[in-house]
Structures are given as C-alpha cells and as structure tokens.
C-alpha cells in the first residue's frame, strides 16, 4: 500500500503557517492522520485491500480496488473509521489536560462536523451512496451545488477565510472531475461486475 499527501494540501497547509499558527497547523495535519488511521483500522478489520492512502484537506481518500462490490456492512465500516476516529480522539481532548487543549477540541469538532455533511466526497456523502447507489449522479450534482455556494458564501461573507475557501473550491474541483469521468467509472463498475458480454470464440485463431 502506498502513502502520499495530495499536492493541494503544501498551499493549505502554508496558508495556515502564514497565519502564523504554526500549533494550529501540527494539529490539524495531526488530526487528519489520526482521522485517516480509523478508516484503514477498519479496511483492515473487513479484510478489504487498500491500494492506496492519500491525506487530503477535509481528511483523505484510501483507494480500494472494487470496494462497490464489497458487502454492505464492510463499506459502511471502512466509511464510519474515520468518523469514529475522530470521534474517539474528541473524547480524549475532553478527558485529558493537555497543551492545546481547546485548539483540538475545536479541531475535532470542525473535522467531524465537515465529514458528516452528506457531500461528496465527504464520508457522510459516500456513506449516503452505499444506501443509494443509483443515485451516484444526483449527489455529484448536490455536491457541485453545495462547494460552490460555500465558496460564494466565503468570498461574500468571509472574505479573510482563506483556508474555508481554500476547501470549498477543493471540494469544488473534486465533485467536478467525478462528474467529468462518470463515463468512465460506469464502465469500470461493469468491468468489475462482469457485465460485459464474453467475446466471440474466435476458430480460426483458437482464442
């Protein structure tokens, strides 16, 4: 399995240095790989193969070949590790002392609330699709709808928001290409299935 951070996460995370909270900045990366661990512990527990782990702004994105065609329970558990995790982690912060307390609490907070949004490609918005499936289109849709305002409403109304808008265009962009290459993932998911007829026999060749 392969790790790497997305090249948009440098100007996120200098965007924050440049606030000149550099705490601020180990938490919140911290955070995200805390978040991340959760659905990893729980691809591992259902067995399911990880291809790849990549760190993004709003938490990240573990690749697993064919994970449409897991059980349903599994998809949902691999969806709710990361959840879970910083839910595990916010409760810690509320328990124990510790040097920038408040600062994770808020942190946990925020990255929880993000997640749960039913957005792609947010958990709560992937764990919406494993109920709905057929409805893959219609939440790109949403979530295009949905990144946008927000980044109208930061420019708007919070114009000093760096970071906020810095996400919403992210999400943006991402719900954009997923609407982009919808053809193709189509096609990939009848690959996996098996769904495409079995060419010809050809007797003149014996293939």
């Given at each position: ?117 039913p957005f792609l490609p947010l958990d709560g918005g992937r764990a919406a699709l494993v109920f709905f499936p057929e409805q893959k289109l219609a ?69």
């Amino acid at each position: 399995m392969k790790y790497r951070m997305h090249p948009v996460m440098i100007p996120f995370l200098l965007a924050i240095i440049a606030s000149g909270n550099v705490s601020f900045y180990a938490i919140v990366l911290g955070s995200l790989l805390f978040h991340e661990a959760g659905h990893l512990l729980a691809a591992k527990w259902t067995g399911a193969s990880v291809r790849q782990c990549v760190i993004m702004p709003y938490g990240g994105e573990i690749v697993i070949p064919r994970f449409s065609r897991l059980p349903k329970s599994d998809r949902l558990l691999i969806v709710a590790g990361g959840p879970a995790a910083t839910t595990l982690l916010l409760g810690i912060s509320f328990l124990v002392q510790m040097p920038g307390r408040e600062l994770l609490i808020s942190t946990q907070l925020a990255l929880l609330g993000l997640n749960l949004l039913p957005f792609l490609p947010l958990d709560g918005g992937r764990a919406a699709l494993v109920f709905f499936p057929e409805q893959k289109l219609a939440f790109i849709l949403i979530s295009i709808f949905a990144s946008a305002s927000g980044a109208v409403f930061f420019i708007v109304y919070l114009p000093q928001s760096a970071p906020y808008l810095f996400l919403a265009l992210f999400l943006l962009l991402q719900n954009i290409l997923h609407w982009r290459y919808r053809k193709y993932e189509r096609v990939l998911e009848r690959v996996y299935s098996g769904s495409f007829p079995k060419p010809a026999v050809d007797r003149k060749s014996g293939l």
